[in-house]
């Protein structure tokens, strides 16, 4: 018990910051770029809005690649460009290239589809107003896709949350990694028991605040 | 340039639609014709409805006229420029001068009314400040004005359309194209829209197109009517002539719907005398006919079943009757000749 208390004083309080870093870098990313990918996939691929079949192939293409390579493969196989953007290829930083990779390709087909529920007849009607393609994105798509944009950055900060704990494998630490590092390799089980009930508790928090934003701003 | 011949030439065909095609891929990959070889001039200021069954390409040609779909062979003209072939910034401006409603309304659901119309005047680089202003302007005109600050969600059928109609109205447009814009509505609602459409026309002077099936509609709001079957412009008159007197069978059927008389069956059954359908339009409609005939030949004339129906403010009137005494013939005779038309219904039963 004194053990487990004295682990936890020493190295909670630096695994909770690390996850911290690396989710919020990680988020910040993904939703930047996941927005911007994730409406270039969608507006090159309706022929209402700028149609546009080479852009959208390889852009779905190299989303589908990084989705598809299992996060652990991912975390190793970008090492080098790792090295280019931070510097180094170990710690939390570092762990926040591949997460950032994974969280994008993620979330950019899930704002995808938060733009493709939109109504074809809202955007037809917005067309025939005369107004811009810039005008029509800002008004009308991000307008009514708005909630399940929320929607789909909640997800993907849980996701994120999830993917971090495998951080440990580049030296990221945080909260996953300090369950493997005593909870597992040292039969610490308290240690498990309360990593284990600090992400459930995060993670509820997160999808009941992802909820309630979501929820607020629908008028529907 | 701007003689008054020109400008009349302007007004007779203010938006031309010239042998226009539409062909549609199906998912099968077959060609299908939506519409084919259509050409019409629409007047300027004018009330023009286009009638036809689901399927005839009604929408198609309204969706042509603001090129949200491009014809794939003819030509549009609006104010004798064409502007089929228009692109970008040019195609957007036309498009700001004709306003466009729909069936399903299509607001933004998750702006304020006030934002739903705000986007049309930002779509024409509006004055910012100047904005709620017009959007006051534009609410009052169609009576919504403490609806500033709703959501669509929280308004009825009937106050969503009025609210697409300020907001097509916002850039002063010159074309109203309406696509079954009432079809949505409960029969009431429907009469209020038509009445506030009806209304703009006459107030701002504005040119409505009008897509619809529902006959209904066609009777009070029309100015004048093309009918379209299959893809084709068959028949193209003022209202009052189509609803009195119709060139093609299929117009006949779709003006039967709202003109026509239904008599119980088993009162044709158990009468022993012919039923006649007599159809008066015009001026005919004031003349005393039934009670003429009555006191010249001396017949009886019984009313089966009858109405008069008010088009464009010009009556119209369906008679059904039974004649029966000793000068029958020579009352039918006169009675053809009278009215604009006398068909047998029904010979008598027991003869």
Redesign the interface.
């Known amino acids: 018990m004194n053990e487990t208390l004295n682990i936890i004083q020493q190295y909670l309080g630096k695994a909770t910051y690390e996850t911290f870093q690396m989710v919020s870098i990680s988020l910040v990313v993904a939703t930047i770029l996941g927005i911007i990918i994730g409406l270039l996939l969608y507006i090159t691929s309706n022929p209402l809005l700028l149609e546009n079949k080479v852009i959208n192939i390889i852009s779905s293409t190299l989303v589908n690649i990084l989705r598809s390579i299992p996060f652990i493969i991912l975390l190793v196989v970008v090492i080098p460009l790792t090295k280019i953007i931070v510097g180094t290829t170990i710690g939390p930083l570092a762990a926040t290239v591949p997460l950032s990779l994974s969280a994008t390709a993620f979330n950019a087909r899930l704002i995808e589809g938060a733009f493709s529920e939109i109504?074809i007849?809202?955007i037809?009607?917005?067309?025939?107003?005369?107004?811009?393609l810039l005008?029509i994105i800002r008004?009308?798509l991000f307008?009514?896709a708005?909630?399940s944009i929320i929607r789909a950055i909640t997800v993907t900060f849980i996701s994120l949350i999830g993917y971090s704990a495998m951080a440990g494998i580049v030296g990221g630490g945080g909260i996953g990694d300090l369950a493997i590092q005593f909870g597992y390799y040292r039969y610490e089980t308290g240690i498990m028991i309360i990593t284990v009930v600090m992400l459930v508790v995060i993670v509820q928090f997160i999808q009941y605040l992802g909820d309630k934003i979501s929820r607020a701003?629908?008028?529907? | 340039m701007d003689t008054l011949n020109n400008r009349d030439l302007d007004n007779q065909s203010f938006i031309e639609l010239k042998d226009i095609s539409v062909t549609f891929k199906s998912k099968q990959g077959i060609e299908v014709n939506a519409v084919s070889n259509f050409s019409l001039k629409i007047k300027k200021g004018e009330i023009l409805g286009i009638i036809g069954s689901s399927g005839a390409g009604k929408s198609t040609i309204a969706r042509n006229i603001?090129l949200?779909e491009k014809p794939s062979q003819g030509d549009v003209y609006f104010k004798g420029e064409k502007i089929t072939n228009y692109k970008g910034k040019n195609?957007?401006?036309?498009?700001?001068k004709?306003g466009?409603i729909?069936q399903?309304f299509?607001?933004?659901?998750?702006?304020t009314v006030r934002?739903n119309i705000a986007?049309?005047l930002?779509?024409?680089n509006y004055e910012k400040d100047k904005i709620d202003l017009r959007v006051d302007q534009l609410l009052d005109l169609v009576g919504l004005k403490n609806k500033k600050n709703s959501?669509p969600?929280q308004l009825s059928g009937g106050q969503k359309q009025r609210v697409a109609i300020a907001?097509s109205l916002s850039?002063n447009p010159e074309v109203l194209i309406c696509d079954e814009a009432t079809s949505a509505l409960d029969p009431e609602t429907a009469q209020e829209i038509v009445k506030l459409i009806k209304d703009i026309n006459s107030k701002l002077k504005l040119t409505v197109v009008f897509i619809t099936h529902q006959m209904e509609v066609a009777k009070d709001l029309f100015d004048r009517i093309a009918v379209m079957d299959n893809g084709k412009l068959i028949e193209v008159n003022d209202s009052y002539s189509i609803f009195a007197n119709q060139e093609k069978e299929e117009t006949k059927l779709l003006i039967d719907k709202v003109t026509s008389l239904k008599i119980p069956k088993t009162v044709l059954k158990n009468n022993n005398k012919a039923f006649y359908q007599i159809t008066y339009v015009g001026e005919k409609a004031y003349l005393p006919i039934i009670s003429n005939t009555i006191k010249t030949f001396d017949v009886d004339i019984s009313i089966i079943h009858g109405k008069i129906e008010y088009i464009n403010d010009k009556p119209f009137g369906i008679l059904i009757i039974t004649i029966s005494g000793d000068r029958e013939k020579e009352a039918i005779n006169y009675l053809k000749e009278y009215t604009s038309n006398f068909t047998l219904i029904q010979g008598a039963t027991n003869e």
């Open positions: 109504k007849e809202t037809e009607s917005s067309i025939a107003t005369g107004a811009s005008l008004k009308v307008v009514e708005l909630p701003i629908d008028h529907q | 603001n949200l195609l957007r401006q036309i498009r700001q004709m466009m729909y399903h299509n607001l933004i659901n998750r702006a934002d986007f049309n930002l779509a024409s959501y969600s907001r850039n």
